[in-house]
């Protein structure tokens, strides 16, 4: 049987006040059941999208990747190295939060990545065509790179609101609900049983009562 909450005084007022506690705690926990099922959807939702984001950043890497061991092959490593330092990029990246279900989660904006070789500052004559479609595949995949970072840090997000919701319903459904309930039980067993036992003791009252009622006729 559950635990009764300590302090309880068994009269009407307080019972009052505890059905009153009962029917809002069985509305709070029907209310984030709700939330926690609708996030967990959501989280599932955004988990499957983080897998097929990073599958797809993998195979951009990876296409990329190959596409740089073929400059690297053709023009060798020094050289590629050496027109790497003339074609550094700066990347305006813009964070902000957006709401899903009460979750804060970020959103990240990124500036154009992709570039075409006259702006990338390397000539075109005397480097193979294999670099161009390396930095073309890198350049493609930073995009990809930050919308992963940005789904993954909502599924983050998530799935904390999703255990901390669980641990909330948990303590209401396991603790808070049986506990109002059981003291409830106990103060209405205990006012049942005063009224039992007053019973008697009015029944002596009011034979006194009118024993002196007669007594004051017959005087």
Known sequence: MPDIIEGTKPTRMELLNLKRREKLAEKGHKLLK???????????????EVRNLRKDAEKSLSIAYKDLLWAQTAMGVREVEEIS??????????????????????TIEVSETERNFLERGYGVIET??????????????IKRLVRLAEVEGTVRRLGEEVEKTKRRVNALEYVMLPRLSATVRYITMRLEE???????????????????????ATA
């Open 194 to 216: 005063m009224e039992r036992e007053n019973v008697p003791r009015l029944k002596k009252i009011k034979a006194i009562l009118e024993a002196k009622k007669i007594e004051k």
């Open 85 to 106: 330092t003339v074609t550094s990029q700066k990347i305006e990246v813009t964070f902000y939060p957006r709401n899903i279900m009460g979750v804060v989660v970020p």
């Open 34 to 48: 709700e939330k926690r099922d609708a996030l967990i959807m959501e989280f599932l939702d955004v988990a499957r």
């Open 128 to 141: 193979s065509s294999k670099l161009d479609d390396a930095a073309k595949n890198f350049e493609a995949a």
